[in-house]
């Protein structure tokens, strides 16, 4: 039902017949604002599945890392037993190439599993964002027009080349969503304060403080809601080919570094993926007192300024 205010909101709706002399006049009955409750038991659930999902593929990548070392092992040492001529040297160089290839998926499993110890530093987010917009240039279609607004000084305490991972991930995402066709990919950090909003909007369960934040956002084919309930799922992907890792393997790098991600987007308009890192700076007075709450959903401003061609 719609409120006053114009917002959507699910409710209970009970109700009783009433009579008069055996006339019907109506219906008494209550009406239960349930959609706090609905959002708690859908995050509970989504909370649940991660764990699952989590762990199955920690127990995989746990497994398959002790198979891929005997493979790893074993090659090496008929490498050394065979000549350079041999006719069955260039079979075990091929075997151990696909064993590299495995232990390049069973990094990605790890990543999405998270909870794994990494090394972390203090780094500066727009820096690693500037550095990796300039590497993949080069690698996305000429179509596509790249651009970015990055502020200074934002500091994160996190593991370089997973944020990395993550970056790359973003951008290639929305490279693939133009399809070939003409675009604009925009990227944007800035610091912000993220307040307690309600529990009907925002990502629930986000401390309260300074962030730092993240916005890839593409002018491309867009996604709906069905679409978007499944983006973050492993192997799951809307493309013919590929692995569908590349989304679940961001928000498993985010789960680690406390990170958070939220997906805006609706077909035909494009989509836009917002990244939450803790600011790992220091925060003065000036700035806690003048500070602006702002909370992660639904960033409308950002949006205007990130699709103005």
Known sequence: MRRADGQYRWVLNTGIPRFVDHVYVGHIGTVVDTTDLKLSHEQMLATQKLESLGALA??????????LGAIFAESDVALLETTPDSPGRQNIERIKLVAVRASEIVKLLIAYAGGTSVAMEEL???RIVEEMVHLLD???????VLRTTL???LLVRANAAQIQQVVLNLVKNAAEALEGREGLIAIATERVYVGRP????????LPEGEYVRLVVSDTGCGMNQ???SRALDPFYTTKFLGRGLGLAVVQGILRSHSGHIQILSKPGTGSTFQILLPYAGAVSEETKASRKRVTPSPFTSLLAQTYTR
Do not use: R
């Not at 920690?58 to 890392?65: L, Q, R, V, W, Y």
């Not at 080069?138 to 596509?144: L, P, V």
């Open 124 to 126: 500066d987010l727009s």
């Open 198 to 205: 309600p529990a009907s909007e925002g990502p629930t369960g």
């Open 58 to 67: 920690a127990g995989i990548a746990h497994d398959f890392n002790n198979m």
């Open 138 to 144: 080069g690698s996305i279609s000429e179509k596509a």
């Open 226 to 228: 069905e679409v978007q």
């Open 151 to 153: 502020a200074k000084d």
